[in-house]
């Protein structure tokens, strides 16, 4: 009895998300009322909102849920690959793969997740498990390729290409062509120029312009700043 708790309980999250997702490409992001959501997963209102505080949480269990088939996605092409550019490529282009079936009502969350104050952007501190896994992927694209990078870079280049990666999710929301098939000749293309940069920061003299471009942005982007700081007090403990 005390296993199927448990498992009951993850049912009705799954089944409260699922149908959420399902009236947000039906009806839309902002049409869709959590009493709706409840009503369609037949449940209260009350058992919806003990899952999920708000819509918003709602789609941070998308970005959970996203989150974690990429990473098994991603799982062959990191043990099997070893050049830098060939395990970036995976990354972002399995990403595209796993994100396709939600393409139409994309530009709906972004609308909110550009708002700094919204918990939907990539920035804020309901973000911050999303944003750490992805991050730490790229921290594995690194680790485990043939390319050697400079250890005084270690921790500025995933997050520098974790940017990047939001950089071509953005640009995939607005992307209309076939199967986001412009999206993704950037994503080739993004990882090779990524690759040479990487390369080319094994000069010394490059390095603090690298340091500069990651300082940059951690100076002035929303939520990088915090980001920084905490990842600073948890080298300490």
């Keep these: 009895m005390t296993e199927a708790k448990p498992a009951k309980s993850e049912q009705t999250r799954t089944l409260i998300l699922e149908t959420a997702l399902r009236l947000f490409q039906e009806r839309g992001y902002d049409k869709t009322t959590m009493r709706a959501i409840a009503k369609e997963a ?3 209102v009350g058992n919806a909102y003990y899952y999920f505080e708000s819509k918003e949480h709602l789609v941070q269990g998308f ?90 870079l270690a921790d500025v280049l995933p997050e ?45 003299v490059l390095r603090p312009l690298v340091r500069e471009v990651h300082e940059l942005f951690t100076d002035f982007l929303p939520g990088m700043a915090q980001a920084a700081t905490a990842r600073k007090g948890s080298a300490k403990d």
């Design 42 to 44: 037949g449940v209260s």
């Design 63 to 152: 970005y959970d849920r996203i989150g974690a088939e990429h990473q098994a996605a991603v799982r062959p092409i990191l043990e099997r690959e070893t050049d830098l550019q060939t395990r970036l490529t995976g990354v972002l282009t399995s990403w595209l793969d796993i994100a396709a079936p939600y393409h139409e009502f994309a530009a709906q969350f972004f609308k909110n997740a550009a708002d700094p104050e919204s918990p939907l952007s990539p920035f804020s501190p309901e973000s911050e498990p999303a944003r750490k896994q992805a991050i730490d992927m790229h921290r594995e694209v690194l680790a485990g390729a043939k390319t050697k990078v400079p250890e005084e």
């Design 160 to 204: 520098l290409m974790w940017l990047s990666q939001m950089g071509l999710v953005l640009y995939w929301v607005f992307d209309r062509s076939e199967n986001s098939e412009r999206t993704r000749r950037l994503a080739q293309r993004g990882a090779q120029l990524t690759t040479r940069g990487i390369v080319l920061a094994r000069f010394r």
